[in-house]
């Protein structure tokens, strides 16, 4: 992590994942299958990032970037840390610039990650 203080990442359960999206368990491992949504294991249990949900959905330009990491030849753990890690070239953690709309500027900041 940078030396700015980042926010406490929240982590969602699979359980809590299935009440927050009215989906079924299976649904919600497909989404993480799929990469619409990425999961890590925190303590043994698999856990979803609460900012990667959006109201009631996966957040939408999470997945282009998930899958831009996952080619590049990062791990789902990696993927995550990535995303939550403050970027030189962003100036913040990728995460904030999604969910601020600039997926076009986070897609540049992971186009150097594959060389």
Known sequence: ???KS???TVYLTIPDLVERLD???GKIHRL???SYLAAVRVDGVLKVPAEFVQGNEPLPPLRGTLLALLDAGYSNEEAVAWVFDINEELGERPIDSLMAGRKSAVRR???SLAF
């Open 23 to 25: 989906l079924a368990p």
């Open 6 to 8: 980042t926010p406490e």
């Open 109 to 111: 900041a992971t186009q």
């Open 1 to 3: 992590m940078s030396e």
């Open 32 to 34: 993480i299958e799929d």
